[in-house]
């Protein structure tokens, strides 16, 4: 087969990556490549986009009831005005028969180039697909030994609880009650006087004496009334 069509070569060949932006359309970004293209297809007279479209192409979602759509997080909803995100359809869609039709005539000019290529991928893959497949099975074992693993020892654990609290109950039910044992009342010893402080024997002694001497005086006065 003669050389692909440039824009085969040009599809397959490695760009300079350019800056992020916000909104994009079947992956392609709506400000920088669909706008300026769709401008130019206009202006060559291919499409015929409204003005409108392309000079707002960003709209509000609204619903049937005319009321603003919102996100679950909040944030007004946005699409592609319909007679722009209606024409990246189209692309798209012309873009894969393109793509389909030059796999085609590839594979009916150069079959045997075509089906060495398709060989040698497979011959290559395999052995790839069959060690991933030997790493998968085996995460998906250790995932279900230790999920078993854990659900085994969460059972085990909560058993374990409920045999301890059954214990507690069944040795807090078979404890007799006990009273509390009562002592005889008893009278209580007389006070003696403390001892002022800082008072010497001889003051201490002297003090009882007057004590004793007043008690008996009191005594006799009480039997002289009585008499």
């Known amino acids: 087969m003669e050389n692909s069509p440039s824009y085969i070569q040009q599809l397959v060949l ?33 499409t015929a986009i409204p003005s409108e479209a392309l000079g707002s192409p960003l709209r509000l979602a609204v619903g049937k009831d005319g009321e603003v759509k919102f996100s679950q997080s ?18 798209r869609e012309n873009f894969t028969a393109g793509l389909q039709s030059y796999t085609h005539g590839v594979a009916t000019e150069s079959p ?3 089906n060495t290529e398709i060989r040698l991928s497979q011959e290559a893959g395999k052995p790839i697909i069959e060690h991933e497949s030997r790493m998968l099975t085996e995460a998906v074992i250790k995932r279900v030994e230790a999920e078993a693993e854990a659900k085994a020892n969460a059972v085990f654990k909560a058993q374990a609880e409920a045999k301890a609290q059954a214990e507690a ?7 007799p009650e006990t009273t509390p044992e009562t002592t005889p009342e008893t009278e209580p010893e007389p006070e003696t006087p403390n001892p002022k402080p800082h008072q010497s024997k ?26």
């Open 14 to 46: 490695p760009q300079a990556k350019t800056a992020k932006t916000s909104r994009k359309v079947w992956s392609i970004d709506l400000e920088t490549v669909w706008l300026p293209f769709f401008h130019a297809t206009n202006a060559n007279q291919d």
């Open 74 to 91: 909040g944030k007004p909803v946005i699409r592609v005005v319909k007679g722009l995100s209606d024409m990246v359809r189209l692309v």
């Open 112 to 114: 045997d180039a075509f």
């Open 169 to 175: 109950r069944a040795e807090t039910e078979t404890t």
């Open 202 to 227: 001889r003051e201490r002694k002297a003090e009882a004496k007057a004590n004793a001497e007043a008690e008996a005086e009191a005594e006799a006065n009480t039997e002289l009334v009585n008499a």
